[in-house]
Structure formats: C-alpha cells, structure tokens
T-cell receptor, first 114, second 117 residues
Framework: AQSVTQPDIHITVSEGASLELRCNYSYGATPYLFWYVQSPGQGLQLLLKYFSGDTLVQGIKGFEAEFKRSQSSFNLRKPSVHWSDAAEYFCAVGAKQAGTALIFGKGTTLSVSS | KAGVTQTPRYLIKTRGQQVTLSCSPISGHRSVSWYQQTPGQGLQFLFEYFSETQRNKGNFPGRFSGRQFSNSRSEMNVSTLELGDSALYLC????????????????FGPGTRLLVL
C-alpha cells in the first residue's frame, strides 16, 4: 500500500536560516507528489507539486522540492526562512489506484525562532 | 475566482446526534473530496464525488456518507456521532476529467471543525 513518511514531527529553524523538510514515500511506480502548508485554523494551501519532468520543482513563497526516485524522497527546501513560514507542512502522494485520494504524511510542524 | 467554501465553520454536537456539512467547490470544478483531520490519525480520505456519483471511498464506517448535487456542491453526513468523530473536516475540489484523478491539483477549503461532546 502507498504510504508517506515525514520523519520529523517538529523542526525549529532560526529566521534567515535554510530549511529542509523530509518526505519519503512508498509506491511501486512514479507517484504524483505534493507539498501543502497549513497555518493554524486554516485549510491546506498547495506549495508545489511534481508530476513528471524536471525533478526540481519550484513553488510559491520561495519553496522548492526535489524528487529523487532512487531515494523515494521528495524533500522540501527553502534557502531563507521567514517568521511567517511557521506552520504545519504536509507531504502527499496521489496515485492512480487511489483515484483522487491523496495520501498524506503526518506532517512536520515548523517553528521559526528570531 | 472564489475558493472552496465550507459551512458551517464550527459545530458542536452531542453523541448520538447527526450532522451535515456543506462544501461549495471552486466554480467549474466537478470533483469534490472530503478528508478528516485529527491529531492522532492525521489527514484521512473519506470519499470523492464526481458528477453526482461517489467514485472513491476511504476506510470509514457507513455512518459517514455524502452526496453531490448537479451544481457540484457536496454535503457529507455523519450519523450517530461518536466522541472520536471530533475533527476538522476538509473539503477539496478539483477540475475532474472522468479519468485518473490523482494527478489533479486539489484546492482545499478552510474546513469545518466539529466537536462532539
């Protein structure tokens, strides 16, 4: 069965420092990969997505992610974190067998220190 | 374009009651999916509707049901509420093409927070 693992439950980063959030997936073929962000009390906002092609994907708010098939990973990065980036981040997989269903990781909470 | 809207935003019910949540997708979107979010289980897929038909269903008991109307608006219903049904219920819409949907970008609403006492 498909699954998504986000190994880090909580990460604290200093403002201005770089960020990398990890995501590993389990799926037999090339999945469709997404990163969403959720601010407190809010729904999910799409940051970026990977369907095919260039394995380095650019998203909104200065985020990027790299698909590495050999490592079954899709890590999210940002070169310089802003205090407003504090939120919960979810990696998700969309798979043909799952129809529309996205399979989400448990999320990583990002705190930003000044 | 207006985003996905969900009503009500907050709801308090007691055990044994039933509840209906509503979702209006983005204009032109024909697929609506529902997710349950809890601290323990995270985000879990409930079901998806396309053209008024349930096309995909997650692993939830039959107390959870839904429907979609001809204007693509969707409702979900939970009967005989249990304490464990307390959660944030998120609705997501996507264009829908009648085929493989997993690659479509889904746009989420703000959710309905349900508290069962």
């Amino acid at each position: 069965a498909q699954s998504v693992t986000q190994p880090d439950i909580h990460i604290t980063v200093s403002e201005g420092a770089s960020l990398e959030l990890r995501c590993n997936y389990s799926y037999g073929a090339t999945p469709y990969l997404f990163w969403y962000v959720q601010s407190p009390g809010q729904g999910l906002q799409l940051l970026l997505k990977y369907f095919s092609g260039d394995t380095l994907v650019q998203g909104i708010k200065g985020f990027e992610a790299e698909f590495k098939r050999s490592q079954s990973s899709f890590n999210l990065r940002k070169p310089s974190v802003h205090w407003s980036d504090a939120a919960e981040y979810f990696c998700a997989v969309g798979a043909k067998q799952a129809g529309t269903a996205l399979i989400f990781g448990k999320g990583t909470t990002l705190s930003v220190s000044s | 374009k207006a985003g996905v809207t969900q009503t009500p935003r907050y709801l308090i019910k007691t055990r044994g009651q039933q509840v209906t949540l509503s979702c209006s997708p983005i204009s032109g979107h024909r697929s609506v999916s529902w997710y349950q979010q809890t601290p323990g289980q995270g985000l879990q897929f409930l079901f998806e509707y396309f053209s008024e038909t349930q096309r995909n269903k997650g692993n939830f008991p039959g107390r959870f049901s839904g429907r979609q109307f001809s204007n693509s608006r969707s409702e979900m219903n939970v009967s005989t509420l249990e304490l464990g049904d307390s959660a944030l219920y998120l609705c997501a819409s996507s264009l829908g093409s009648g085929s493989f949907q997993g690659q479509e970008t889904q746009y989420f609403g703000p959710g309905t927070r349900l508290l069962v006492l």
